[in-house]
């Protein structure tokens, strides 16, 4: 009886190593692949999505560029401080402040891309000054303001502090035929 009883549980044993040995088989072979394909499947529809959506992201990348053509615009080499100085003038009249020392120019060229720095020096009080600051960055045509610097300076015939600030105003463009 210990024989059959043996011999039963080495067929057990043996079949049951056949089937994991079957199962393993049968999910390396035929699974794997399947998931792989679904992959790939899916890796492919990415693709087909991007692709359907390029002329909508070839229209923003359009709108970007335009957008830095207009911030960078073209250099003809024409001077803009006139301009600076009438939009300059025309808000430090309104508010009460005065020009110390007018637009000047200077210019560096590298790589067809020219930098044009104005530096304007202005006199007043505080509010008016950041109120100009403001100004200039939102709605400046001659350029955008790089940085600003305020200093208070005692006036020894008035016994008073003055406020200036001396702005320093920036226009990035291209240059025409090297110039």
């Known amino acids: ?16 190593g056949a089937i994991l040995l ?6 390396k072979l035929g699974f794997a692949r399947t998931v792989e394909l679904k992959h790939e499947i899916d890796r492919i529809n990415t693709k087909i999505e991007t692709i359907q959506d390029a002329p909508k992201r070839l229209q923003v990348i359009n709108n970007r ?26 808000f430090c009249e309104k508010n009460q402040m005065v020009i110390r020392e007018l637009p000047e120019k200077h210019i560096f060229i590298s790589n067809n891309y020219s930098i044009v720095t ?12 950041v109120k ?7 709605n400046s045509i001659a350029g955008r303001i790089h940085s600003s610097n ?16 001396t702005y320093y105003i920036q226009a990035i463009g291209k240059t025409l035929n090297g110039l």
């Open 1 to 16: 009886m210990k024989t059959g009883e043996f011999i039963y549980k080495k067929k057990f044993w043996s079949t049951s």
């Open 22 to 27: 079957l199962v393993w088989v049968a999910i």
């Open 65 to 90: 560029l335009q957008k830095l053509d207009q911030v960078i615009g073209d250099f003809s080499g024409e001077d803009i401080s006139p301009l600076l100085m009438e939009s300059a003038g025309e």
């Open 118 to 129: 104005y530096k304007l020096v202005a006199k007043g009080d505080f509010k008016s000054m």
């Open 132 to 138: 100009f600051l403001n100004e200039m960055e939102t």
């Open 150 to 165: 305020f200093e208070a300076v005692y006036n020894v015939n008035t016994n008073r502090k003055e406020l200036f600030c």
